[in-house]
Nanobody
Framework: QVQLVESGGGLVQAGGSLRLSCAAS????????MGWIRQPPGKERVFVAA????????YYADSVKGRFTISRDYAKNTVYLQMNSLKPEDTAVYYC?????????????????WGQGTQVTVSS
């Protein structure tokens, strides 16, 4: 069992930055691919970013490439999403996700575990 707790969301002006954190419980953190999925208001959930279990590969949605960076800290059992040059269209609830396969985060949006979500609002 893996529990995920997000933090770091908030209100920011366009062009600003935020860093989301996702703290994972359990000793199996290092065996899971981790990622972020977001749900804009009134829309379906979409993939944002993912990182493999060993940190060797990262994946990004086209809409965030060059602006967002995903990373993980094994000592802290935490995955981060650094978000720069934020745009109003980045406004969404951001969910942390854990999965045995990155495909479950990147393609099917069916990870093994979900966090509770954190709100990010970007004002214009």
């Amino acid at each position: 069992q893996v529990q995920l707790v997000e933090s770091g969301g908030g209100l920011v002006q366009a062009g600003g930055s935020l860093r989301l954190s996702c703290a994972a419980s359990g000793r199996t953190f290092s065996s899971y691919a981790m990622g972020w999925i977001r749900q804009p208001p009134g829309k379906e959930r979409v993939f944002v970013a993912a990182i493999t279990w060993n940190g060797g590969s990262t994946y990004y949605a086209d809409s965030v490439k060059g602006r967002f960076t995903i990373s993980r800290d094994y000592a802290k059992n935490t995955v981060y999403l650094q978000m720069n040059s934020l745009k109003p269209e980045d406004t969404a609830v951001y969910y942390c996700a854990a999965a045995k396969s990155p495909r479950a985060v990147v393609v099917t949006l069916q990870p093994d575990y979900w966090g509770q979500g954190t709100q990010v609002t970007v004002s214009s």
